[in-house]
């Protein structure tokens, strides 16, 4: 699963990167080092702005934590924060979104953590669980596939710009195989000759959307540990990318790269 990312790149940077036509952005977000379920981050999609009207491509900020139209409470979201490529298109909270309101969430990179195979180490019996910055090897950006929905608060009046609340999902699949020793799944992330087709909400759920759920090709991600710092989302810099300093990566650690 992805349970944490990082996202510093700025509007002006994503509609550049992105080819976005339209912003909407109620308010600018901070570079975040340490991305939690529930915060707000950016999405790209592609929607009609007026009814009727053509698709245009926007920026725009959503929960993470996808809430489904029928949930009865937006707490709902905060168990939703990952949907799988391989049942993604079935699953009664995901499949209507996968079918129409696909997004892609930029990303510089994420954390996994590793449970070593040891005795364990930490508070109470429990096994440490050593954190990876999970990123592209060559330091460009990341675009995960994602979907967004929208929920109506109905305790709120038509007019209150908060009735509506987006939220979004990352997708995840399978690791590749150096990443799978660190953790079996990781966030689907898709390449530029990929994007204008998950984005396209007028190719439905069809065998060429689905065919899109596939990893790219292994070999592109790199990955290091970092400090334990991660862990609490109250840290939050640019310094929770730091490698570890050898001195402090345990031995088991340190085999896996």
Not at 233 to 252: F, R, S
Request: proline share 11%; charged share 25%.
């Amino acid at each position: 699963m992805c349970g944490r990312y990082a996202s510093s790149q700025q509007p002006d940077d994503l509609i550049e990167l992105f080819e976005i036509e339209k912003s909407a952005v109620p308010e600018t977000l901070p570079p975040d080092w340490n991305i939690a379920p529930t915060k707000n981050v950016y999405a790209v999609l592609e929607r009609s702005v007026e009814r009727e009207g053509p698709a245009v491509r926007q920026l725009r900020t959503v929960r993470w934590g996808l809430v489904p139209s029928w949930a009865k409470t937006p707490e709902t979201g905060a168990k939703m924060i990952n949907a799988r490529s391989e049942t993604v298109f079935e699953k009664p909270a995901y499949r209507k979104a996968f079918a129409s309101r696909r997004c892609l969430l930029p990303a510089d990179g994420y954390y996994e953590w590793y449970t070593p195979e040891t005795a364990p180490d930490g508070p109470k019996g429990k096994a440490r669980k050593q954190p990876f910055w999970i990123h592209h090897a060559d330091g460009s950006p990341l675009a995960f596939a994602g979907l967004y929905e929208w929920w109506r608060d109905r305790t709120r009046p038509d007019d209150d710009p908060l009735a509506w609340l987006w939220t979004c999902t990352i997708i995840t699949t399978d690791a590749e195989p150096e990443l799978a020793r660190i953790h079996p799944r990781m966030p689907l992330v898709l390449d530029a000759s990929r994007w204008d087709a998950w984005l396209d909400p007028s190719l439905g759920d069809t065998e060429r959307a689905r065919g899109l759920l596939t990893p790219p090709e292994p070999g592109r991600m790199a990955a290091y540990p970092v400090s334990m710092a991660v862990n609490s989302v109250k840290n939050n810099d640019a310094h929770l990318l730091d490698p570890l300093p050898p001195e402090e990566v345990e031995a088991g650690d340190a085999t896996l790269f």
